[in-house]
């Protein structure tokens, strides 16, 4: 067999643009391993290459984390053989095979499952990069936590409390908040309702009604005013996501009403060598393993049902991480 399935794009927009297409299985290059995969975490990255907001070169194969086993390893690796399980991150994971730079990849821990090393890595690292280099949480601090429901809220409100944070918890719904509150949350709070509404209540959990130390916000132009608001003095901004759509251009002298910090983080710039990214990977598992993490995988979908899959999750009708079957 030279040829696998793969997701792609030639053009971006809505899940219509979305192919299942036929491409060449790659070899292994020096310091690269070749994975036949398992599983494939869905981002809401992927929908943002998809729509355009990240511009990419096309035709572009989705996809930004996976897991199976490895295939075969190029010219100068060392540290990785044929028959290991491996997880990783990079372009392209929603593929039956693919190429990863030995700098991307880990050892799954033994007892660990590929859908759920695939599910959580993404997120996983995501949320426990921003907790320590965003904003570095401390005990005793009160931080918000944005659509806390989600596969990344769930993870943040998780590493928060592990951290010992109060957290504030966010979400749509009635039902997303129970979910958040077993995971951990303090204190729920119901955005639907309109800024005001949400805003006041947040300030009426903090201490004096100053407001949070840091808000973690994947929702994006919904909230972004809002969030504004119910930071304290010297706090911290951190948004990550668009799910609402993007924030829009501001003026910077808005944050010097309350010396604020703004960070937009993304997570490879965080994990760009292979020492950052194999201390992350090993702290998280780390947390995995102790019990202090919790996985929430809401569904696992065939490759054929990619459309459908990036429908709930910009629906945002899931709690919880998708992952695809590869």
């Known amino acids: 067999m030279s040829t696998q399935k793969a997701i792609q794009i030639s053009k971006t927009g809505g899940t219509e643009v979305l192919e299942i297409n036929r491409i060449p299985i790659p070899k292994p290059q020096p310091g690269q391993i070749l994975v036949k995969a398992a599983y494939a975490g869905v981002n809401f990255i992927d929908t943002y290459f998809r729509s355009g907001l990240y511009p990419v070169q096309l035709p572009f194969t989705l996809g930004s984390e996976g897991s199976g086993t490895i295939e075969a ?35 799954i821990p033994e007892g660990l499952r590929l859908e759920d090393a695939a599910a959580i890595l993404i997120q996983g690292l995501t949320a426990l990069t921003m907790l ?23 993870v943040l409100v998780q590493l928060a409390k592990a951290l010992g944070a109060i957290v504030i918890a966010t979400a749509s719904s009635a039902e997303k908040l129970e979910v958040a509150k077993q995971h951990g949350a303090d204190h729920l709070v119901n955005y639907s309702g309109g ?31 809002g969030d504004l608001k119910i930071t ?6 951190i948004s990550f996501g668009n799910a609402s759509g993007a924030v829009e251009p501001f003026k910077i002298n808005r944050l010097g009403d309350k010396n604020l910090k703004l960070l937009r983080p993304r997570l490879f710039g965080y994990v760009a060598t292979q020492e950052e990214f194999d201390h992350y990977t090993q702290e998280l598992f780390g947390y995995l393993k ?18 459908q899959a990036h429908k709930d999750l910009e629906g945002r009708v899931t709690t919880g991480k998708l992952v695809l079957k590869v």
């Open 73 to 107: 390893v190029g010219e100068g690796v060392t540290k990785y053989k044929p028959g290991e399980q491996v997880v990783y991150y990079g372009s392209g994971a929603y593929t039956e095979y693919i190429n990863v730079p030995e700098k991307a990849i880990s050892h």
């Open 132 to 154: 320590r280099e965003s904003y570095e949480v401390k005990k005793g601090d009160t931080i918000l936590i944005h659509a806390a429901a989600g596969g990344t809220g769930l």
């Open 195 to 225: 800024e005001d509404e949400w805003v006041k209540e947040v300030l009426g959990y903090t201490k004096g009604g100053e407001g949070v130390e840091a808000v973690f916000d994947g929702v994006g132009k919904a909230t972004f005013e």
């Open 232 to 237: 304290k003095r010297k706090g911290s901004v």
């Open 290 to 307: 102790n019990g202090q993490l919790k996985l929430n995988i809401h569904k696992i979908y065939p490759l054929e049902d990619i459309v």
